[in-house]
């Protein structure tokens, strides 16, 4: 799988040779196309109109998580395991102090395609977000509708998001705690005019595999100075839980994240997903591998 010397793309030149980052590399490289594949991202057969393969649109902020989500579609793409062509795209929200020229010269020097796309979302942020309150639900919704608005203007039929296995549990323990809902990131959407994909091929990815990777190859992290700078967030209050969860019980991370590919509706509490009036005596169906009658335990 890894690299002769002319056989290399440039996000990996200069990788470390130890057995532990390869280790490392392979299992984000495999929980990364296991996603795409478990998900759908991927249709062999599609193209575009002009009958070139479909477009992503990869979403780059600077941070660990969308260095180590480009590293890896181009890993997989060099391997000949992603038909489709990508282009990498940051939208500069024209924060104070924010180094603009960092991820162009990272792109350029990589042999990326890209697209750096400036919109001054800060100050609207800033003008209608009342003091105390948290920046993140406007900032995303400005920084997305900008996102897709870019997409069809590149003809990318899906939006490239670097969300993790951890974004993905905090979400879920949110709605939970704060939203009344079981609901999290779902790695697959289609967004809600209708026209484009939204992923998230990292979903099976551990935070700190992508913070390792980061930092192993050396990639020019660029902090978040708006929501990133705010204290007493709720999503950091619950990885606050899961760390101290994490910590009593190493696993305990992993294993709630496989509980949610593990919903069994009958076992919960919602009669829109499960038929609770009509559920009868007599039956000989079991819900041990179904969703049709509901046994105490």
């Known amino acids: 799988m890894f690299d002769e010397a002319d056989d290399i793309h440039p996000l990996f030149a200069g990788a470390p040779s130890t057995t532990e980052f390869k280790k490392l590399r392979k299992r984000i490289v495999r929980q990364t196309r296991e996603a795409i594949e478990h998900y759908g991202m991927v249709d062999p057969t599609a193209h575009n109109k002009d009958g070139n393969p479909p477009r992503w649109l990869v979403c780059l902020s600077g941070g660990k998580d969308s260095y180590t989500l ?103 323990f949110m709605n939970l705690f704060h939203g009344g809902r079981l609901a999290t990131m779902p790695p697959k959407l289609v967004n809600e005019e209708g026209d484009l994909f939204v992923f998230r091929p990292l979903a099976h990815v551990a935070e700190a595999d992508c913070a390792k990777f980061a930092t192993a190859m050396n990639y020019p992290i660029i902090p978040c100075d708006l929501c990133g700078s705010q204290d ?28 949610l590919t593990n919903a069994r509706p009958s076992h919960l509490l919602d009669p829109k997903l499960f038929d609770f009036q009509n559920l009868a005596l007599g039956s000989d169906k079991s819900t041990e591998n179904s969703d049709e009658i509901p046994r105490l335990r």
Request: net charge positive; glycine share 8%.
């Open 232 to 259: 007493g967030l709720q999503r950091q209050q619950v990885k606050q839980i899961l760390d101290q969860w994490e910590k009593n019980s190493p696993g305990r991370r992993q294993v709630m994240f496989r509980a």
């Open 70 to 172: 480009l590293a890896v579609l181009y890993e997989l793409k060099w391997r000949g395991l992603l038909p489709v062509d990508l282009l990498a795209c940051n939208l500069d929200q024209g924060q104070p102090g924010f180094p603009a020229t960092v991820l162009p010269e990272f792109l350029e020097r990589m042999g990326v395609p890209h697209r750096i796309e400036y919109q001054d979302t800060y100050s609207v942020v800033m003008d209608k977000v009342p003091q105390g309150r948290t920046f993140c639900a406007l900032c995303s919704r400005l920084r997305r509708g900008n996102l897709y608005r870019v997409a069809r203007e590149e003809g990318c039929s899906a939006v490239v998001l670097g969300h993790h296995r951890d974004d993905i549990l905090e979400t879920f």
